[in-house]
């Protein structure tokens, strides 16, 4: 699974192990893509987390094919949105008034987002996470 996901222009860009790949595709028929490999559709994923996460915005989506979650930044609809991987995610922090994500693999992304904002939106897969493992114990999975 890619670190960092983001469209610009008609391109959706993937950066992994600090090397940034891109392919002209839509950012919602790559994601849709990356969802339908699970058995679900973008819009699903959206759904089924909003429905666990109840009066959340900006809701994470997971990946089964990737056992990840991928987190966004913004409203999905920004084209400003970035996408960071759950499973790649280590840490963020500021340097000369610049946010930057650090991932596992030791590379960083620069984001024009807040240290509040990653934080939160990352607590919020968190929380979706204990959601669906008390759903499967509850259910036998």
Not at 58 to 81: G, Q, R
Request: glycine share 4%; charged share 30%; proline share 4%.
């Amino acid at each position: 699974m890619f670190n960092v996901i983001y469209r610009f222009k008609n391109e959706v860009f993937m950066q992994e192990n600090g090397q940034t790949s891109a392919i002209e595709i839509d950012i919602y028929e790559y994601l849709d893509i990356l969802c339908l490999l699970g058995g679900a559709t973008f819009k699903g994923s959206i759904q089924a987390s909003r429905k666990m996460l109840p009066n959340t915005k900006k809701v994470p989506i997971y990946i089964p094919e990737y056992d990840d979650y991928l987190i966004p930044l913004a409203s999905p609809k920004n084209n400003d949105c970035v996408w960071i991987s759950a499973r790649e995610y280590l840490t963020c922090y500021e340097e000369d008034s610049k946010t930057f994500i650090k991932f596992k693999d030791r590379s960083t992304f620069e984001v024009n987002f807040s240290m509040h904002t990653i934080k939160m939106q990352y607590q919020k897969t968190v929380n979706l996470d204990e959601e669906i493992r008390k759903m499967k114990l509850k259910y036998g999975r």
